[in-house]
């Protein structure tokens, strides 16, 4: 049996398999399309990393969870609408800058990588504190132009170029960590290139932001708060994801754990899968709940 049939008999798409056997996804898709150096014993290994996770070749009768899942949860959908707005080709340049914040864990990268990877014209970076604005930069060009070059003039140039005929709204997970002076680098680069940004991070990003009167006009309203994940969120992501129906007790349990945490309920989804799978039950129990870590 190939990647992909083992991949469909056990409900799982690409990212998910990714996700599971801690590969890149586009490094998936390769191995799955046989483009991809030694992609045979690739494909033996991530095959048998997924037997380790309990999936079997017959499709077991056991409890899967899709991490590619999306809960539309309100913070989702405001922030959906607004990426949308400006990832549109046709949509209006004004205030072209985002902005979504939050605590750790609410679901912002989440939901940031989650429409980069279903929309064509959005990509997605993360800012790495301590990044020259150069660096930033050639991530940019790397995600809007598939080229890096290596001077600050010279990515200005490849933007302005690129921009004319195609845009592709820029989402820079972590920018809470951005220095002002680089928050700045961003607002000229959005005016000079009209290329759309949407800045993602804790919630000393609207602070810095709040500093440049510049900066702050261009944020396109509203600013995206995403908040704790609620017993109704929980209950709707294993019911999606996973095909479960949670007893209101055992969705308040989950939400309690996480402590509102989204990435921990994800996460967590998947530990109580195995763990019911290995003892051969069929649901989420609120005694399974209380053995995770």
Wanted: glycine letters at 6%.
């Amino acid at each position: 049996m190939d990647l992909n049939k083992f991949a469909e008999v056990n409900g799982l798409s690409y990212g998910a398999v990714a996700r599971v056997t801690n590969y890149d996804r586009t490094t998936i898709s390769r191995i799955a399309r046989m483009e991809y150096p030694n992609w045979e014993q690739k494909q033996v290994d991530i095959m048998a990393k997924l037997v380790e996770k309990g999936y079997t070749e017959e499709g077991q009768d056991c409890i899967r969870v899709n991490t590619d899942i999306m809960v539309m949860t309100p913070s989702v959908s405001e922030f959906q609408s607004l990426a949308g707005e400006l990832a549109d080709q046709d949509g209006t340049l004004s205030s072209s800058i985002g902005m979504a914040i939050g605590s750790a864990e609410r679901g912002k990268t989440y939901t940031s990588k989650w429409f980069a990877r279903n929309n064509e014209n959005a990509a997605y970076i993360l800012y790495v504190d301590g990044f020259t604005q150069v660096q930033v930069l050639r991530d940019i060009c790397d995600v809007v132009a598939h080229t890096r070059p290596y001077s600050m003039s010279k990515c200005i140039t490849v933007l302005e170029e690129h921009c004319k005929y195609q845009r592709r709204m820029v989402i820079i997970d972590e920018a809470d960590k951005c220095p002002v002076r680089t928050l700045e680098m961003l607002r000229g680069i959005n005016e000079r290139c009209d290329l759309p940004f949407f800045l993602v991070g804790e919630e000393g990003l609207k602070a810095k932001i709040d500093q440049v009167p510049r900066l702050r006009s261009r944020i396109r309203k509203p600013v995206i708060i995403f908040d704790e994940a609620s017993e109704v969120d929980v209950a709707t992501y294993y019911s999606q994801a996973a095909g479960l129906s949670l007893t209101r007790e055992t969705a308040s349990l989950l939400t309690h754990h996480a402590r509102g945490g989204f990435r921990t309920i994800v996460n967590e989804a998947g530990e109580l899968a195995r763990m019911a799978n290995a003892s051969g039950i069929k649901t989420i129990t609120e005694a399974l709940v209380k053995q995770l870590s």
